[in-house]
Nanobody
Framework: VRLAESGGGLVQPGGSLTLSCVAS????????IGWFRQAPGKERERVGC????????YYAASVRDRFTISRDNVKNTAYLQMNNLNTEDTAVYYC??????????????????WGQGTQVTVSS
């Protein structure tokens, strides 16, 4: 299984970014997808996770109503749409999945397959 994130970059506060996570070796639509992030000097934290059925989603309180996870099954790609970004969103963002997970369980220890991460910097 290989996951490859892209779409990170520098954005001003209040701006938006969409991160992509392309999967190979696994069909993403059947499994849970998690997005996590790690800021400098901080532990990795969960951003949000979705299961393989519509409506099965969890978002951290800090991003709820601003971030949305979606997937394109044809492209075998997951997305993290991020709106109204603020400086506290600055971090390396990772997507993850696991062939044993089907629901929006957002514990990073349960995910076996990870991307390499993409940097998101929110700054004026």
């Amino acid at each position: 299984v290989r996951l490859a994130e892209s779409g990170g970059g520098l954005v001003q506060p209040g701006g938006s970014l969409t991160l992509s996570c392309v999967a190979s070796g696994l069909t993403l639509e059947y499994y849970a997808i998690g997005w996590f992030r790690q800021a400098p000097g901080k532990e990795r934290e969960r951003v949000g996770c979705v299961g393989n059925s519509d409506g099965d989603a969890y978002y951290a309180a800090s991003v709820r109503d601003r971030f949305t996870i979606s997937r394109d099954n044809v492209k075998n790609t997951a997305y993290l749409q991020m709106n109204n970004l603020n400086t506290e969103d600055t971090a390396v963002y990772y997507c993850a999945t696991d062939p044993q997970l089907y629901h929006s369980v957002c514990d990073s220890l349960l995910y076996a397959d990870w991307g390499q991460g993409t940097q998101v910097t929110v700054s004026s």
